[in-house]
């Protein structure tokens, strides 16, 4: 359910009366003690003490690491919202996965789904919008392509894409720590699920400077993937900044400029994008080295800076060889966290919704980790949870 009123609504009707006050109590309980089990499992594989639970080692496994907001405030400061912030949410996503590695390149011409005007233009809006960004303005995109007669919709994403691993059973980590207490977390779940004995195994996730410190220190032997749904939104904008600051570029030829981005980024071959964004960094200028002079957000100098500095680090830091990631099998965008980032959003933010710091907001991330992973966690906290010492337990 969206809120305690809604499952209090919903056990009403099934004749049980509970308050959404007792179901937040409830709720409080439980969340409390998943995350004294997660901690628990992570003091036990520091105490190397912790052993896999699974019966079979998986042949392709995938880490996936993204970030959500929910609204924290003071607790036990009366009624109504005190002291509120905006914060993040980490959000782990631990995959199985489909054997499917090819011999070649299955998908060596990037997919429909990243061809499509329109539909780039809205995941670069989207995505600045859920960054708080402002959307650097665009023209009017070109007219897509007529749909061959009898063909299906585009996939959304190459997750969808036939060639792409397929998930088969996902676990979650969620919690409000700093990422150098994240990590720890992270890597108790992978080793309960034998993840560092699988035959091939990646680590995906966005430019974000603490993902890439918990690959380093937890997951260092697993394949570093940088999202390319993030790469796409960086090239967008920087073809969008070139053609807008340039006159020898006219604004019909700021698709065709992506579309060659686009593809030596999605054959590998992002050393050649690197090397042209910086001849056009060189023309139309460098942002200020004053750190006082701070430029506009759609300002085509610092589009062009954000967008290279984003390429050359992870370029230079080995995750961009999409081609080798496709031929074994491995995902190329962190599509399967984002979308779980977004069935904890449905339950933890919303424009009513504060969450009691730090207890509250901790608590609730536990329950829904335990409901969104699949392999029926929360079902066996429920069979194995103690009862009252004063009540009779019904078989």
């Known amino acids: 359910m969206h809120s305690f009123a809604d499952a209090a609504l919903a056990l009403g009707l099934s004749g049980l009366t509970i308050s959404p006050r007792h179901v937040q109590q409830l709720t409080q309980q439980v969340g409390t003690a998943l995350a004294r089990a997660r901690d628990e499992q992570a003091q036990q594989r520091r105490r190397r003490q912790l052993a896999p639970r699974v019966a079979v080692t998986p042949e392709v ?3 996936e690491v993204d970030g ?23 959000v782990a996503c631990l995959v199985t996965l489909t054997d499917c590695a090819h011999a070649e390149d299955p998908q060596p011409e990037p997919p429909p789904s990243f061809v499509q005007p329109r539909r780039i233009q809205r995941l670069v809006q ?5 960054a708080g960004d402002p959307i650097p303005e665009a023209g009017e995109p070109p007219a ?26 996902r676990t979650c980590v969620a919690s409000m720590v700093q ?3 994240f990590g720890p977390l992270m890597a108790a779940e992978a080793q309960s699920r034998d993840f560092y004995a699988a035959r091939r195994k990646a680590f995906v996730a966005d430019g974000l400077a603490y993902n ?22 960086y090239l967008f904008k920087a073809a969008q900044a070139v053609s807008s600051s340039d006159s020898a570029e006219s604004e019909a030829q700021r698709w065709p400029l992506y579309l060659r981005w686009l593809r030596s980024c999605w054959q590998g071959r992002a050393g ?30 610092r589009l062009l800076a954000e967008a290279l500095s984003y390429l050359r680090n992870n370029h230079n830091a080995g995750r961009m060889d999409y081609p080798r990631y496709r031929r074994e099998g491995l995902p190329t965008t962190s599509s399967l966290a984002e979308s779980l980032v977004g069935e904890f959003n449905a339950r933890v933010k919303g424009k009513q919704k504060f969450w009691n710091r730090p207890a509250g907001a901790e608590a609730v991330l536990q329950v829904r980790a335990a409901l969104l992973s699949e392999d029926g966690r929360l079902q066996r906290y429920f ?12 078989a």
């Open 61 to 63: 496994v995938a880490v």
């Open 68 to 90: 959500g907001r929910l609204r924290p405030r003071a607790a036990d400061r009366g009624r109504g919202v005190h002291e509120a912030e905006h914060k993040e949410d980490k």
């Open 126 to 130: 989207q995505r600045a919008g859920q």
């Open 144 to 169: 897509e392509p007529a749909a061959a007669e009898g063909a299906g919709p585009p996939a959304a994403d190459p997750a969808a894409e036939p060639w792409a691993p397929k998930r088969l059973v």
């Open 179 to 181: 990422s150098r207490s």
């Open 212 to 233: 890439w410190s918990i690959h380093r220190g937890y997951f260092a032997d697993f394949v570093p993937i940088v999202d390319f749904l993030h790469v796409v939104c």
């Open 272 to 301: 050649e994008v690197i090397q042209q964004m910086e001849d056009y960094q060189q023309r139309v200028g460098c942002p200020p080295k004053n750190k006082g002079e701070e430029l506009p957000a759609t300002d085509p100098r």
């Open 383 to 394: 069979a194995q949870r103690p009862g009252s010492p004063y009540r009779r337990r019904v």
